[in-house]
């Protein structure tokens, strides 16, 4: 019996690390840039599959190497332990290119118009708008806020409302500078 329930979590623990295995390589596959030459619908399509074998939302990302806050964020969140972590709990991470090589039309048709780049469109683990986010309300000087970006990670993540208290109220612990639009956002998702 001994022999057989070994067996039988040697199976559970090698199926577990095979999928988080697949899960890493099939990221791996989505862009870490913004590229023309990439078919931007069969991303956004791989990273709704992600997110739905994840449990996770998607962040579409919107912008292009001409997009001087496209590469600002980028550094930001590089630079970030507290947003990279949310990120990789809670998201699927893609790049559409928006430029004249490629405006992606056809896929950004489906969404709000974006007014600036970068923008950010949260959709469920369906493929379902959640949210569209412009950036600029995330910026601070000439770069973005730490507490506005977790605050907006927080607020549509899986779960949302009580879910983003605890983990901004975690933040806020561990980063006791947080500004007010982070109180507002706790108070917020308190109440929900």
Same mark, same amino acid.
């Given at each position: 019996?001994?022999?057989?329930?070994?067996?039988?979590?040697?199976?559970?623990?090698?199926?577990?690390?095979?999928?988080?295995?697949?899960?890493?390589?099939?990221?791996?596959?989505?862009?870490?840039?913004?590229?023309?030459?990439?078919?931007?619908?069969?991303?956004?399509?791989?990273?709704?599959?992600?997110?739905?074998?994840? #449990?996770?939302?998607?962040?579409?990302?919107?912008? #292009?190497?001409?997009?001087?806050?496209?590469?600002?964020?980028?550094?930001?969140?590089?630079?970030?332990?507290?947003?990279?972590?949310?990120?990789?709990?809670?998201?699927?991470?893609?790049?559409?290119?928006?430029?004249?090589?490629?405006?992606?039309?056809?896929?950004?048709?489906?969404?709000?118009?974006?007014?600036?780049?970068?923008?950010?469109?949260?959709?469920?683990?369906?493929?379902?708008?959640?949210?569209?986010?412009?950036?600029?309300?995330?910026?601070?000087?000439?770069s973005y806020d730490a507490a506005r970006f977790i605050a907006f990670l927080?607020?549509?993540?899986? #779960?949302?409302?009580?879910?983003?208290?605890?983990?901004?109220?975690?933040?806020?612990?561990?980063?006791?500078?947080?500004?007010?639009?982070?109180?507002?956002?706790?108070?917020?998702?308190?109440?929900?």
């Open positions: 019996m001994v022999d057989v329930r070994s067996a039988l979590v040697s199976r559970v623990i090698a199926s577990v690390g095979l999928l988080a295995f697949a899960a890493t390589a099939l990221a791996a596959d989505l862009p870490s840039k913004f590229d023309p030459s990439r078919d931007a619908a069969a991303d956004v399509a791989h990273a709704v599959a992600l997110a739905k074998a994840q #449990g996770k939302r998607v962040i579409v990302d919107v912008g #292009g190497e001409w997009c001087a806050w496209c590469h600002i964020m980028d550094r930001f969140i590089a630079a970030h332990d507290n947003v990279r972590s949310l990120l990789d709990a809670h998201y699927v991470w893609v790049k559409v290119n928006y430029s004249k090589q490629n405006p992606n039309e056809a896929l950004l048709a489906r969404w709000p118009k974006v007014a600036g780049y970068p923008h950010l469109f949260v959709l469920d683990a369906s493929g379902a708008l959640v949210h569209s986010q412009d950036t600029s309300a995330l910026e601070s000087g000439r927080a607020r549509w993540s899986t #779960g949302g409302g009580r879910r983003a208290s605890v983990v901004l109220h975690f933040h806020q612990r561990a980063h006791p500078r947080m500004d007010a639009a982070l109180e507002q956002v706790i108070a917020a998702a308190k109440a929900a």
